[in-house]
Nanobody, 124 residues
Framework: QLQLVESGGGLVQPGGSLRLSCAAS????????IGWFRQAPGKEREGVSY????????NYAESVKGRFTISRDNTKNMVYLQMNSLKPEDTAVYYC?????????????????WGQGTQVTVSS
């Protein structure tokens, strides 16, 4: 079945780094744009980063620009989110999501395929 599975979350100190991975299966991965979203306790789920189906276009929320980098490997059906200079406010459950829309961007409602999420906690 269509599936996205996130991994790589954990506990990290402020200023540290993590790399999240999103593994896709059961669908034509190279046709889907992928977004990373996050949801902190008591807050709305928000878009973090986006990468187009080909990988040629990326987009980032202002809060993570310059610190996070999204990439994908269509030969391995994988998307990655490299997170550097992490801050306590980055603490959230991180989700990857897929869309066939070429204009999905960071708009949650345009994504129909979601993973189960991975917890990222930034704390000393």
């Amino acid at each position: 079945q269509l599936q996205l599975v996130e991994s790589g979350g954990g506990l990290v100190q402020p200023g540290g780094s993590l790399r999240l991975s999103c593994a896709a299966s059961g669908f034509s991965f190279s046709s889907y744009a992928i977004g990373w979203f996050r949801q902190a306790p008591g807050k709305e789920r928000e878009g973090v980063s986006y990468i187009s189906a080909s990988g040629g276009s990326t987009n980032y929320a202002e809060s993570v620009k310059g610190r996070f980098t999204i990439s994908r490997d269509n030969t391995k059906n994988m998307v990655y989110l490299q997170m550097n200079s992490l801050k306590p406010e980055d603490t959230a459950v991180y989700y990857c999501a897929g869309t066939l829309s070429s204009s999905g961007g960071l708009i949650r409602g345009r994504y129909g395929l979601w993973g189960q999420g991975t917890q990222v906690t930034v704390s000393s």
